[in-house]
């Protein structure tokens, strides 16, 4: 039986962060995006995007959290939490899941569903986030059964990324969303 664990992320693992966010927009947007697209995607840019993440979660202060999944000692999975970023939303009290991403080879063994509630206990115990949201595409079944079978709900509000910035790579995202219990102990030791 497999050794599971979730931990923060340290700057050390942006190599592998990038592994398994790639490994994922390959698997999951291969039939939505122009193969172009995803064939294009500059490794060595998004790692060092994933270097940055993690080296502002180290600090308390930038409001982000990187969480990773681990089989044995394999990154398998990461989810990262902000403060939300809509003009809509008090980022004060309103948490943005960004990312939340198990490797292809990794989906069905729990790692999501792990990923999730470690991030639902760390805000929890920061005690100030009253809502979590995250944006999920139109084609992002798994995500839509995984946060719905969660508890989350679609808040009706919806957007249109031109991903390319060209008009002819869009992604279509609905945001869901789930109240989070402010103040109080989840007794769950996801990390």
Same mark, same amino acid.
């Given at each position: 039986?497999?050794?599971?664990?979730?931990?923060?992320?340290?700057v050390?693992?942006?190599?592998?962060?990038?592994?398994?966010?790639?490994?994922?927009?390959?698997?999951?947007?291969?039939?939505?995006?122009?193969?172009?697209?995803?064939?294009?995607?500059?490794?060595?840019?998004?790692?060092?995007?994933?270097?940055?993440?993690l080296?502002?979660?180290?600090?308390?202060?930038? *409001? /982000? %959290?990187? +969480?990773? !999944?681990?089989?044995?000692?394999?990154?398998?999975?990461?989810?990262? &939490?902000?403060? @939300?970023? #809509?003009?809509?939303?008090?980022?004060?009290?309103?948490?943005?899941?960004?990312?939340?991403a198990?490797?292809?080879?990794?989906?069905?063994?729990?790692?999501?569903?792990?990923?999730?509630?470690?991030?639902?206990?760390?805000?929890?115990?920061?005690?100030?986030?009253?809502?979590?949201?995250?944006?999920?595409?139109?084609?992002?079944?798994? *995500? /839509? %059964?995984? +946060?719905? !079978?969660?508890?989350?709900?679609?808040?009706?509000?919806?957007?249109? &990324?031109?991903? @390319?910035? #060209?008009?002819?790579?869009?992604?279509?995202?609905?945001?869901?969303?789930?109240?989070?219990?402010?103040?109080?102990?989840?007794?769950?030791?996801?990390?």
């Amino acid at each position: 039986m497999a050794t599971v664990s979730v931990r923060p992320g340290a700057v050390r693992d942006a190599s592998s962060a990038a592994g398994v966010q790639l490994a994922c927009w390959r698997a999951a947007y291969s039939d939505v995006l122009p193969s172009g697209f995803l064939s294009g995607i500059d490794s060595a840019e998004l790692e060092e995007r994933w270097s940055e993440a993690l080296s502002a979660s180290a600090s308390a202060s930038s *409001g /982000e %959290v990187v +969480l990773l !999944a681990l089989e044995r000692d394999d990154v398998v999975g990461v989810a990262c &939490l902000a403060p @939300a970023a #809509d003009p809509d939303l008090d980022a004060a009290r309103v948490a943005e899941l960004t990312v939340l991403a198990v490797h292809p080879d990794h989906v069905r063994t729990g790692h999501g569903s792990r990923l999730l509630a470690a991030c639902v206990d760390t805000l929890v115990e920061q005690g100030n986030v009253e809502r979590l949201i995250a944006w999920l595409s139109e084609a992002d079944a798994a *995500g /839509e %059964v995984l +946060l719905g !079978a969660a508890g989350w709900a679609s808040d009706g509000a919806s957007r249109t &990324l031109d991903l @390319a910035g #060209d008009g002819e790579c869009l992604l279509v995202q609905h945001r869901m969303h789930t109240a989070l219990p402010v103040g109080e102990e989840t007794g769950d030791d996801a990390t």
